[in-house]
């Protein structure tokens, strides 16, 4: 058996008949960008996450970066952000030119400890940004006290967890504001780039719309220095369609990640994902740990199954932030994880056989 760790046209093809229909209709529309299917999906997308507003930006980074911006973060400013996470939360802190103030993340969680935020601040601290890291909601309930008691921002990066709760509720309604993307493997993918940024606050929802628009709200006329970040009509369109999916598509991960849970308990040299109470985890990567993590993968590529690793080197110790300084051994959870996580292959239309095939080799294995 050949086993991809995912498979998009497998996912995808089930709605093709859809998605080409609302293809045709934005073709023949002829409004192709901030048009009606933008706002439409910019709707569904608000009602869906139980927030006031959405506002579709081009991709998962741009979304992040306006969301900073939105909040007037710039140069000397500090925001908190998770040492293991994907790099482009950290990279989106540096384009508005404040630093990145690394926490590390609960060994069983991976998300960001709470119990280390507070020593993290200082006088410099505006934001807080919580990564749902693998589809796992952050402990929000806490991040918020520590926000409010601090005056602080909290912007969530949403991009793994769309439809993911906390104490019921949903994923990238917590924060003042928060971004995701829908970058075709996420979760709720497009065909392409393409992301959004969800808040309450119609003030920032107004700046946002701006500061996607090149500054403007009124065409020609220029109010603050803005950048082209638009979400595409065409792509807003397939999102509509796949939004009526999702909570489907989140059900197939949960039951797939149940059968892995299953099959693979009991073997002492791995460590299965933890989910935590009050939460609802959407499994957006299912990741277990293990110390022989590169023969394992070497064992299971030699089998025709394809792993993959969410992330092999912290941001930390990547070469573009260098200039931050740090050394191996400054963030040692993060750098464990990045030694020993291996992420198996999930997504909704994986049958219950492949699941089964994946976890005997892994048993086999360690036999
Ligand atoms: C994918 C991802 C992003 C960036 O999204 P893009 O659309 O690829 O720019 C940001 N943060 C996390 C945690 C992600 O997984």
Aim: include cysteine; proline fraction near 5%.
């Amino acid at each position: 058996m050949k086993i991809p760790f995912v498979s998009l046209v497998d996912t995808n093809k089930k709605i093709k008949e859809e998605i080409l229909l609302s293809f045709e209709k934005c073709f023949d529309d002829g409004n192709y960008i901030l048009g009606r299917n933008l706002q439409k999906f910019e709707k569904e997308y608000s009602i869906f996450s139980g927030v006031k507003y959405t506002l579709g930006v081009s991709n998962g980074f741009d979304a992040l970066h306006v969301a900073l911006r939105s909040l007037g973060i710039s140069q000397g400013d500090e925001v908190i952000v998770p040492s293991n996470t994907f790099i482009a939360t950290v990279l989106a802190i540096s384009a508005v030119g404040a630093t990145p103030v690394f926490v590390e993340p609960d060994i069983k969680s991976y998300t960001i400890d709470c119990l280390k935020i507070r020593a993290a601040l200082t006088l410099k601290t505006k934001c807080i940004i919580p990564v749902h890291l693998y589809g796992q909601p952050c402990d929000m309930t806490t991040i918020m006290d520590i926000a409010k008691s601090h005056s602080l921002f909290v912007i969530e990066d949403n991009a793994q967890a769309q439809g993911a709760t906390h104490n019921k509720l949903l994923t990238g309604s917590f924060g003042n504001v928060n971004a995701t993307s829908f970058y075709p493997g996420k979760n709720l993918g497009a065909l392409g780039d393409a992301g959004a940024i969800t808040t309450n606050d119609s003030s920032l929802a107004k700046r946002i719309k701006m500061l996607r628009n090149y500054g403007s709200e009124i065409k020609y006329h220029h109010e603050v220095l803005g950048f082209n970040m638009r979400l595409d009509d065409c792509q807003a369109s397939i999102l509509s369609v796949k939004l009526k999916y999702l909570n489907e598509w989140n059900s197939k991960r949960t039951h797939i990640a149940f059968l892995y849970q299953e099959y693979l308990k009991g073997i002492p040299e791995i460590i299965l994902p933890c989910i935590l109470p009050k939460s609802s985890h959407v499994f957006h990567l299912y990741v277990i740990r293990t110390p022989e993590r590169d023969a394992l993968q070497q064992y299971l590529s030699n089998n025709g199954v394809e792993t993959l690793i969410h992330y092999p080197i912290p941001p930390h110790l990547q070469n573009a932030y260098k200039n931050l300084g740090y050394r191996k051994g400054d963030f040692p959870v993060a750098e464990e994880l990045s030694n020993t996580l291996l992420s198996l292959p999930i997504w909704p239309g994986m049958t219950d056989d492949q699941v089964l095939y994946i976890s005997d080799l892994i048993r086999s294995y360690f036999k």
